[in-house]
C-alpha cells in the first residue's frame, strides 16, 4: 500500500500486441489518461498476430505479465490467472473475443471487448465492395483493358429498393442501415432477442428462427454477427440453398460462419451472384482455397477494420474508461458473457 500522501500506485497495462503495431496505441493510452487523470503504466509484451505458445513467453514477457493489473490485447497467454495473479480484468482491442473466451472460462477475470468502435469502418467497408459488386466495376474496367464499347453488357438495375438481410443489429449492422438507407436500400435485421424492435435504419428484425425464411427476398445477406458456437456455419448449406439466385453473401464478421465448401458450389454452379469476404475460416488464406478460384468472389484479407488513427483513438479511450470504472467499481463498457460469447 502506499503511505499517505503517496501518489496511488498506476494501473499497469500489459498491452499483447504485435511489437511494431504497439507504439501509436501505447502513446494513446498515456495520452487520453493524462488528459483524464487515471494513473497508468503501459508495457508492451510483444506477440505475433498468430498467438504464441506458452513456451515462447520469457522471463521479460512473464515479469511484465506478473505485475499486470490489466491486459489488453489480441489475445492472452494460457494460464493467465496463473501468470497474471493481479489481473482484474481482459481489455480485448477487437470485437470478436473468440480466442480469449476459452482461456478465461473458469477463472474470476472479467473481460471487455472492443465492440462498436470500429462499426462505421467495416459498414463503409460492406457498402462500398456491395456497390463494387451491383456496378459490375469488374466488368465495366474488363471492358476498358479491351478498349470494347459494350453497354448492353452492363445491368443498369437501380440499387434503390433492393433488400439487404443484415445479420447482427449491434455496431456494425446499425452503421451499414445507416448508410444503406442513403442509397435507398431496405434492411431486414437478424437479432437474438427481435422483442427489442428495429434499431434504426431497419424496416423490421426477426430472430435467429426466422433466418432461413427471410433469406428468399434478400438480395444481399451482410454476417455481422460475433462467431460462437451458436453461430458456427450459420449460413450452411441449407441456408445458402435458400437464398435468392443471384442474391450476394457478405461476411465482414468471422469466417467460421459460413460453409466454405456450400458456398463454393454455389458461386461455381451460377446459384448465387457473388460472395464477399474479409474473413474466412483459415486465416492467411491457403493458395491451394478454392475460395481463390471461385467465380464472383470478392477476397480482402480481414481488413475492414485497418488500424486507422481514428479506431486507436477511441480504442484508448474505452480502456481508460474501462480502467477508471474498475477503480470506482462500476460496471465495464462492453463487459462480456463468457457463457453466450459476447
Known sequence: ?????????????????????????????????????VPVEVRVVAWSTGGETQHQLDDARRAVLAEADV????????EVQRLAPRVRFVQATAA???????????????????????????????????????????TLDALQRARRWAPGEIDTT??????????????????????????????????????????????????????TSELPDADAVVLAVPWT?????????????AMKPG????????????????LVAALTSGRLGAAVLDVTVAEPLSRRSPLWRAPNTYLSPHVANALEPEFIDALARLMVENIARDARGEPLVNLVDLDEGY
Do not use: H
Not at 498491452?15 to 488528459?35: C, H, M, S, T, Y
Not at 491486459?71 to 494460457?78: K, M
Not at 442474391?247 to 456450400?262: H, I, K, M, P, Y
Open 1 to 37: 500500500m502506499s503511505a499517505a500522501g503517496d501518489a496511488p500506485r498506476p494501473t499497469v497495462v500489459a498491452l499483447v500486441f504485435p511489437e511494431a503495431l504497439a507504439p501509436p496505441l501505447v502513446d494513446a493510452i498515456r495520452a487520453r489518461a493524462g488528459v483524464v487523470g
Open 71 to 78: 491486459i489488453a490485447g489480441f489475445s492472452v497467454p494460457a
Open 96 to 138: 470478436g473475443v473468440e480466442r480469449i473466451i476459452p482461456l478465461l472460462q473458469g477463472t474470476d477475470i472479467r473481460l471487455a471487448s472492443a465492440a462498436g468502435l470500429a462499426g462505421g469502418k467495416v459498414a463503409e467497408f460492406a457498402m462500398a465492395r456491395l456497390l463494387t459488386v451491383w456496378s459490375y466495376a469488374r
Open 158 to 211: 437501380p440499387i434503390a429498393g433492393r433488400t439487404v438481410l443484415v445479420v447482427g443489429t449491434g455496431g456494425i449492422g446499425q452503421e451499414f442501415a445507416r448508410r444503406a438507407s442513403a442509397f435507398g436500400l431496405r434492411c431486414v435485421g437478424v437479432r437474438r432477442r427481435p422483442e427489442l424492435g428495429a434499431p434504426t435504419g431497419f424496416e423490421r428484425v426477426v430472430g435467429r428462427d426466422a433466418l
Open 229 to 241: 458456437a451458436k453461430t458456427t456455419q450459420l449460413i450452411g448449406a441449407a441456408q445458402i440453398a
Open 247 to 262: 442474391a450476394v453473401l457478405c461476411n465482414v464478421a468471422r469466417g467460421s460462419l459460413v460453409d466454405e465448401e456450400a
